[in-house]
């Protein structure tokens, strides 16, 4: 259905204005996951859905503290413009913004009209797509942790964690949750629609995580998107930050974006069971892990993909910072699940809550993928308690080796194509440049005073 189709267009105007709703919010998710956005008058839609919302391209290249990458295409190019259009398919109302309505956006190249080279949405529309040229169906399912912090007394960068609770993992109620924050969220985001289950107390204190139901790979990514943006505005509202940053806190763990990944095959049913295969898994789910494993380090500059993310890894922080896989065991980077027949799944646990879900969802899916390509085998899977050097091989442990990692990937790459890919390596080895010429408050502790 194409967004302005008049009759559907219609449907949808009706509707909204039955309910009340007079504002629709056109969303779309930037190089790092963060919601851009426009607010549309709702009787200005059918000229959006009609011509589109113009955005500068070079919001792909802005930084969080606001200064362009001269990514190839932008600054170089006098900052062209992109073209937006609303998929009214995604409608929601807001439930904590009466008559306001949001929707996801398509984003164009205003000159050409083929989708954006940054796009994370149609990166991973590309790679779904050669997925099916395979005969596989990726169906997904996020699970993301984040920690909620209140105002300090030290003015606006100051913020403090929402509870100290400490031994509160797998907790929900007032014990360390003392005002209700979880009930508060999974409300609004049941009300949302984007197929929330479950929540629960984390392991460090303020750290909460919430999982989504699994479905096919885009609207499973649309869904986690659209998750992240919600729990951060919902803390908005009461003057709290919601972070899904992979390690905000010195003296806590950090917080994950586990993904559980299955298939669909071309009769409908999953893919990666087999009663009679190794494991009770299907060829096609073991060369999915083999994939996996293979393509690791690349994966790591999407999945973990900034410079604070490899301050996550370490031994026992439960966070994989090596490659391998195992049969139920959370230590492993690839962990598959007891569950089989139609519950039999990979639980790829390499990402972080910072990982823009599109990139996470398309970068495990073009991995696994190459591994079905290639019909290759993993190796034999952990047993015991991993995190021992000796038996794996280690993930790149900063940034800018997943960046040369993921470069030297010719097979991903191939898949997430070159122009994406150079953008995308370009942005990111600016926010290293930036790090390594900043000085932090550790250096000043460190030498002030000694030096």
Known sequence: MSAHDPTQLRRHTERLLEAGIDVVRVVYPDLLGTDRARDVLLDHLPTACAHGLAFCRAVYHTTPRGDVVPVTGGLDAGLPDMVVRPDLETLAPLPWEPGVASCLGDVTDARTGAPAAESPRDLLRTVLARCAEHGLAPVAGPELEY???????????????????????????????????????????????????????????????????????????????????????????????ATFMAKPFNDAGGSGFHLHLSSAGGDGANAFDDPAGAYGLSATARHAVAGLLAHAPALAALLNPTVNSY?????????????????????????????????????????????????????????ALLGVADAAEPPAPLEGYGYDTARAALLPMSLPDALDALEADTGLTRLLGKDFTAAYVTYKRDEVARFHHHVTDWEFAEYADHL
């Not at 230590?331 to 809550?353: C, F, H, Q, T």
């Open 147 to 241: 920690f909620l912090c209140d105002p300090g007394p030290g003015g606006a960068d100051d913020w403090r964690r929402y509870s100290t609770a400490t031994g509160a993992v797998y907790t929900a109620g007032l014990r360390a949750d003392p005002d209700n924050h979880l009930l508060r969220v999974l409300r609004p985001l049941r009300d949302l629609g984007i197929g929330v289950t479950t929540g629960n107390h984390e392991f460090d204190g303020a750290q909460f995580e919430i999982n989504l139901r699994h479905s096919e790979a885009l609207d499973a990514a649309d869904r986690a998107f659209r998750l992240k943006s919600a729990v951060k505005e919902l803390a908005r509202k009461e003057g709290r930050l």
């Open 311 to 367: 301050k996550r890894f370490g031994p026992d922080t439960l966070a994989p910072w090596l490659i391998d896989w195992g049969l139920d065991n959370r230590s492993a980077m690839v962990r598959v699940p007891p569950e089989r027949g139609a519950g039999a799944r990979l639980e790829l646990r390499l990402g972080d809550a910072s990982a823009n879900p599109y990139l996470l969802i398309a970068g495990a899916c073009a991995a």
